[in-house]
């Protein structure tokens, strides 16, 4: 008998296993997509419609009618004034926690061995110790009475309190998302091959001029993470400001809390349909700056 007779052929096969694969991945798929649409598209859907509604003053019934007046007073004063010290405080924290990471990241992918890991626990040991605490903590340092103070006063005859101003804030979302700067460039800084430095440094190339050439570029997914990542979580900031702006710097993010807590539902809506935009746009950039770095390592592979 024939051995061939009734064989499958081979490209048969594949063909079915790969539909049979994408018949189970499909499937495996259902849930998340479920899960996504019941927690977050369903939401969105209704926080968006709701930036385009009028709540009655008396009832806080909200009549979605497709106006545009929520958007439009989000944009004016106050709440433009607010969303814009929003953005250059978190532009200013973004750029000082790049300052301080980067060089710490750079001396983190330097280590060598197993001294490497107690290096990175003390790096990442403020994570310890809650959010709020340390904020606290910072408002005890800062105010009149606190170190800073007596030092300033001490050195230069003027005490320097920062409580309850915006140099406080900046100082607590520097201090609290310090590290979340850290660990993306580190992971950046750490693939970055010894050889191709070493192939700078072979060229005649100078430290800063491989620094500035070679380093910094192949950096740059990371460093558009941190500055990403910073950014979007200071931007929005609650805590910091309602602890150590006490109530006379507020940021956009207490605002949004104050109005979609029942204030103004269909205003808070509206702002943070503006903050998703943002966040989308900032997002957008990280992704092409990744993309760009890829095609970049595949161009010198």
Known sequence: MDEGVGRVPRFLVDQHARR?????????T????????????APLAIL????????????????????????????????LETLLRSLALGLITSVVCLVIAFPTALALTRIKGTARLPVLFVVLFPFV??????????????????PVAQLTNSVFGQPLVLAYTPGGIAVGMIHGYLVLAILPLYAALDRIPLSVLDAADDLGARPFRTFRLVTVPMAMPG??????????LAIGEFTVPAILGGGKTLL????????????NQPLGAAIAVILMLLFTLLGAINLLSRRRAHRLELNQS
Do not use: H, M
């Open 20 to 28: 049979r694969g994408t018949t189970l991945w499909s499937l495996a």
């Open 30 to 41: 259902i849930p998340d997509l479920l899960w996504a649409l019941l927690f977050f598209a």
């Open 48 to 79: 968006i419609a709701f930036s385009f509604g009028t709540e009655d003053s008396y009832t806080f019934e909200i009549d979605i009618n497709g106006t545009l007046d929520r958007y439009r007073e989000a944009l004016t004063t106050p709440y």
């Open 129 to 146: 110790v809650s959010f709020t605490v340390r904020t606290y903590a910072w408002l005890g340092i800062l105010r009149a009475d606190g």
């Open 223 to 232: 460093i558009i993470a941190a500055l990403a990542l910073v950014g979007i």
């Open 252 to 263: 956009i993010g207490n605002v949004l809390a104050e109005q979609a807590g029942g204030a």
